[in-house]
């Protein structure tokens, strides 16, 4: 049980496109769903704080026109990069966190990485 | 403050034990977690513990808490090739309503064959 997917797995776009990532929670409910950021060799950053049916929370220095997310069900989060440039290249990863287990654990999924060129 | 530090690598030869440790400044952590990251994949929950308790055992891994030193380390038993990868320490902060993750800078262990 707790499993977290992500689509796509990988993708490479062009500069000033929009890429949209999904985060799916495919065996529990999630109303709380968060957004990382990973650079090579580093740690994770926390994005955002999705929560189902408001609006994202979004950490400082996040640019919250930059990276959209929508939390319209309690099993999907999407990530979306608008604009992106090659210094949104990086490694994404999301997570959820299971209301009924008790315990504020989170999920991951297996990460986005995404190559802008 | 919401800092999480680590050593950037540790090596260890296979068999030995090793031995990750973690610092981190928020003593209001609730819980505190390890996680393994293998190359080019997501997050692996290896174990955690809470913050009222100060050690926990789960086959090869033993986790110590000093809470009043804020440290927290990781030792992995019999360590295997398959072991290699980065660790990273978590602690769980509630924030704005919320609980969050701040991770540690990731520590890369390597073994040696």
């Known amino acids: 049980g707790a499993v977290v997917s992500q689509h796509p797995s990988r993708v490479i776009c062009k500069s000033g496109t929009s890429v949209k990532i999904e985060c799916r929670s495919l065996?529990?409910?999630?109303?709380?769903m968060f957004w990382y950021r990973q650079f090579p060799k580093k740690s994770l950053m926390l994005m955002a704080t999705?929560?189902?049916?408001?609006?994202?929370?979004?950490e400082q220095g996040v640019e919250k026109d930059k990276f959209l997310i929508n939390h319209a069900s309690l099993t999907l989060s999407t990530l979306t990069v608008t604009s992106a440039h090659p210094e949104d290249s990086s490694f994404y990863i999301c997570?959820?966190?299971?209301?009924?287990?008790?315990?504020?654990?989170?999920?991951f999924g297996p990460g986005t990485r995404l190559t802008v060129l | 403050g919401e800092d999480v530090e680590q050593s950037l690598f540790l090596s260890v030869r296979e068999g030995d034990s090793s031995v990750i440790n973690c610092t981190y400044t928020?003593?209001?952590?609730?819980?505190l977690y390890w996680y393994k990251q293998e190359p080019g994949a997501g997050l692996q929950l290896l174990t955690y513990?809470?913050?009222?308790?100060d050690m926990k055992q789960d086959q090869r891994l033993t986790v110590l808490l000093n809470k009043k030193d804020k440290h927290l380390s990781l030792r992995i038993a019999d360590t295997q090739t398959g072991d290699s990868a980065i660790y990273f320490c978590?602690?769980?902060?509630?924030?704005?309503?919320?609980?969050?993750?701040?991770f540690g800078t990731g520590t890369r262990l390597k073994v040696l064959a």
């Open positions: 999705s929560n189902e049916g408001s609006k994202a929370t979004y």
């Open positions: 978590a602690e769980s902060i509630r924030t704005s309503g919320t609980y969050k993750y701040i």
């Open positions: 997570s959820a966190r299971d209301l009924s287990a008790g315990v504020n654990e989170q999920f």
């Open positions: 928020d003593s209001s952590s609730t819980y």
């Open positions: 513990i809470f913050s009222n308790m």
């Open positions: 065996d529990f409910q999630a109303t709380t």
